[in-house]
Structures are given as structure tokens and as C-alpha cells.
């Protein structure tokens, strides 16, 4: 199996949650099962590596320093896009070069997902249109008014329309649980949910 290249996306003001825990739940999966499996990559079905618009430290949710490992300018072929939210998106969504690297990458992914209102970018990006989708409950209405053909979901832990988005914060991790199990198969999935000792919902 090639080794998806998975990339998350960083901006000022991220959820630490919304892109720590699908990157967990990402680099830990392995098609062999066990501890030892977990010491190399030799065999990860995921490459995992975070993403910001320039070299910067990003500041997440809470003052959570984070360094990304890529730029847009040099990143490697992604496979796989995780866009997550937090208060950061309501200025992301205004970010046209931002905007822009999202459709390019996301036209170019095998995969594009968000976590809760990162699925905000997805929609001011166009990539929501006519889609079920869902986000933070209480960013339900917000989701719908940036674009009235999405029929946004309200309740659920993720929806799968192509495109995949998920409910608030730790949503994010189903959400990945449910993509590592499309791509591996649920004994995959469920037996790194009980590495990283994570009852998924």
C-alpha cells in the first residue's frame, strides 16, 4: 500500500485539538498491529506533516507555539488534506492565497477533510457546493450562510460526501478513525483506536 502524504493544515488562532488529534490518530496507524510497529515508519500507511503559509511559529489556541514542517511554497504531494478550525477561520476565510492553496490542493488530493470550522474554509473555497457537510454546533448557521447550496448536518460526528467534515474538536478524531478504516480496513482503525486507547463514538 503507497503511504498517503497527509497534510494539516496550520494558521494563527488553530484549534490545538482539531489538528493534534487527527495527527495522532494518523501517525499512529499501522498495518502491522502491536507497540513495537510504533518505534518505525516502515510500514505507516500515513505520512503525516503540518502546513503553514510561510516558516513562521503559529500561535494555536490557548498560546500553543507551533512550528509547521512545510511551507506552501515547498510542501510534497499531499494525498490527504485535514483543514481544521478554531476562532483563526473567521480571518482564514478572507485569506484568498489561502483559499486559493486549498482548491489547488484539494483538486490534486485523493482526500479533503476538515475538522469543525475548518469546513468554513472549505465552503469559501467552493468545495462544499451542493455537499452535505457539518461543523462546531454552534457554527451551524454560519457554515450555511456562506454557502445556501451546502445542507449542513447538525447532530452527527462527521458526514462523508466527498468531501469529509466533522463536528467540533475532537470530532476531528472520528472523523480520521473513519478515514483510516476506508483506506485500511476496520481492523486497522480499531486497533489503533486501542493503541492510542481511544474509544471512538
Not at 488529534?21 to 499501522?30: D, L, Q
Request: aromatic share 8%; with cysteine; charged share 25%.
Amino acid at each position: 500500500m503507497k503511504s498517503w502524504n497527509t497534510a494539516i493544515l496550520l494558521f494563527d488562532g488553530v484549534e490545538v485539538l482539531d489538528f493534534a488529534g487527527p495527527f495522532e490518530v494518523f501517525s499512529r496507524a499501522r498495518l502491522t498491529p502491536g507497540v513495537e510497529s510504533r518505534r518505525v515508519d516502515d510500514g505507516a500507511p500515513f505520512q503525516v506533516f503540518t502546513v503553514a503559509m510561510d516558516a513562521r511559529e503559529v500561535r494555536a489556541t490557548g498560546g500553543l507555539r507551533v512550528m509547521p514542517s512545510h511551507t506552501f511554497a515547498d510542501t510534497p504531494r499531499i494525498d490527504l488534506l485535514v483543514v481544521p478550525g478554531g476562532f483563526g477561520t473567521r480571518a482564514l476565510i478572507e485569506d484568498e492565497p489561502t483559499l486559493e492553496w486549498v482548491r489547488r490542493v484539494s483538486a490534486q488530493a485523493e482526500l479533503t477533510t476538515s475538522v469543525c470550522t475548518g469546513a468554513a474554509v472549505l465552503a469559501r473555497a467552493g468545495l462544499l457546493k451542493g455537499r452535505r457537510a457539518t461543523t462546531h454546533y454552534a457554527s451551524y448557521d454560519w457554515l450555511g450562510s456562506l454557502d445556501p447550496t451546502i445542507k449542513v448536518e447538525r447532530g452527527v460526528r462527521f458526514v462523508w460526501d466527498g468531501v469529509v467534515t466533522s463536528a467540533g474538536v475532537s470530532a476531528g478524531m472520528d472523523m480520521a478513525f473513519e478515514v483510516v478504516a476506508m483506506r485500511c480496513g476496520e481492523a486497522v482503525a480499531q486497533e489503533t483506536a486501542e493503541y492510542i486507547e481511544y474509544r471512538r463514538t
